[in-house]
């Protein structure tokens, strides 16, 4: 684990063990940019695949990186080959060819992405084929990003949830902007007696709504006239979809199903641009551009590759004309992909550069989710709701 912040000299420094009572300068960094984190007065969070990664079902990492998504495309379509027994005209070489791409492409981006373009413009039946292919292709992204089950269990972002969603009344609630299909941070909110505003009306049918998020919860007690807001309550925004949305035609209401065989998502490629300024979407970044504008935010960036232009330019602009937002990013090879070279990432470079220049609002710690969550204080005690949360879900595994 190392940081590196113009508290650091603007050098990256390493994590190491603390000798007698001296305490590790990487160390006591990275907790006092975490506890400035959690304490401002606007927190807003972006989650990517890199939060995902740690969940583990039936021993083994259930979210996919894209290259397990490309990897189990290609499967698929030789497995169906295999049975079909097709020989050189295989789903897989004829994906390739219509698309134009090498045979070793390693970018499903880049792959998706040029056999969508193809489509468009190839006669009718090669059009028909790639749209075929696509099709196919999008199903198996659908089924490997549904991995959450009740046998799953989300214990990182259950703690990531207690350090940063709690909030006093006194500050605005956090904010979670996240480009994951998955549901780990609702099953790790509703596991942990969490509300969770997520643009869904409350009530058997939820239904999109963007007046949602100008709602709040307050608790009031029998027989009295005070008022007072829920302490375990944040906003959710999922940017790329989720796998549990599913659109109406007919209605043209976009609905929460859980096991929809159509989930409502971005898929990685181009069109993703175009498709993030349609709706539900417009309105979540709209959010995400006005919240890291606003004066005394931190935005905290964790997993999150910046490789999707339509997010990491608003942040980058945001840097530039916001002298108040201070922004943390977190990802466990953050050194090598903001050091400047040639396959180096352009906007976690100019976040380098301003950290090199002097500027003390920007921090960037190469680790993984799962090492940062420790490290992030718990500033408000834990409830009774969530004491009691607890021990019910104790009695319930002790008793099967």
Not at 193 to 200: E, T
Request: hydrophobic fraction near 40%; aromatic fraction near 8%.
């Amino acid at each position: 684990m190392k940081i590196k912040s113009s508290h650091g000299l603007a050098e990256w420094v390493a994590v190491q063990d603390p000798v007698e009572d001296t305490p590790d300068p990487a160390s006591t960094d990275i907790r006092r940019v975490l506890s400035s984190a959690v304490r401002a007065q606007n927190l807003v969070i972006l989650t990517g695949l890199g939060t995902s990664l740690c969940v583990l079902k039936d021993g083994a990492r259930a979210a996919p990186t894209m290259m397990d998504l490309l990897s189990r495309i290609r499967n698929t379509f030789d497995m169906a080959d295999a049975v079909d027994g097709a020989d050189k005209d295989s789903r897989w070489k004829d994906l390739l060819t219509l698309a134009n791409v090498p045979s070793d492409t390693e970018d499903l981006e880049y792959l998706m992405s040029r056999a969508t373009m193809a489509a468009e413009f190839l006669p009718d039946t090669e059009a028909k084929r790639a749209r075929i292919l696509l099709a196919i292709a999008e199903g198996i992204i659908r089924d490997e990003v549904d991995f959450i089950d009740d046998h799953v269990e989300v214990p990182i972002h259950e703690a990531f949830l207690r350090r940063v969603a709690r909030r006093s009344s006194r500050r605005a609630r956090t904010k979670i902007f996240t480009t994951n299909y998955d549901i780990c941070i609702e099953t790790a909110a509703r596991r942990s007696g969490f509300v969770v505003v997520d643009g869904f009306a409350f009530g058997s049918e939820a239904q999109f709504d963007s007046a949602q998020f100008s709602y709040d919860v307050v608790r009031r007690s029998a027989g009295e006239e005070k008022s007072d807001f829920i302490e375990n309550l944040f906003h959710l925004y999922k940017i790329h979809g989720s796998i549990d949305w599913e659109f109406n035609p007919t209605t043209s209401q976009i609905a929460k199903r859980s096991g929809t065989d159509a989930p409502l998502l971005i898929y990685p490629k181009s069109t993703k641009y175009e498709l993030a300024f349609s709706q539900p979407y417009i309105e979540m970044l709209g959010t995400f551009q006005s919240s890291i504008r606003a004066p005394n935010t931190t935005l905290l960036v964790v997993g999150f590759g910046f490789n999707d232009k339509h997010i990491s330019e608003p942040i980058l602009a945001a840097l530039k004309g916001n002298l108040s937002l201070n922004v943390v990013v977190i990802n466990p090879d953050i050194e090598h992909a903001s050091g400047g070279g040639e396959k180096s990432n352009s906007y976690l470079s100019a976040i380098r550069e301003l950290i090199d220049n002097g500027d003390a609002r920007l921090a960037l710690i190469a680790a993984k989710f799962e090492e940062i969550v420790p490290l992030v204080p718990d500033v408000i005690a834990e409830t009774e709701l969530e004491k009691h949360v607890e021990r019910i879900r104790a009695l319930g595994q002790k008793h099967g």
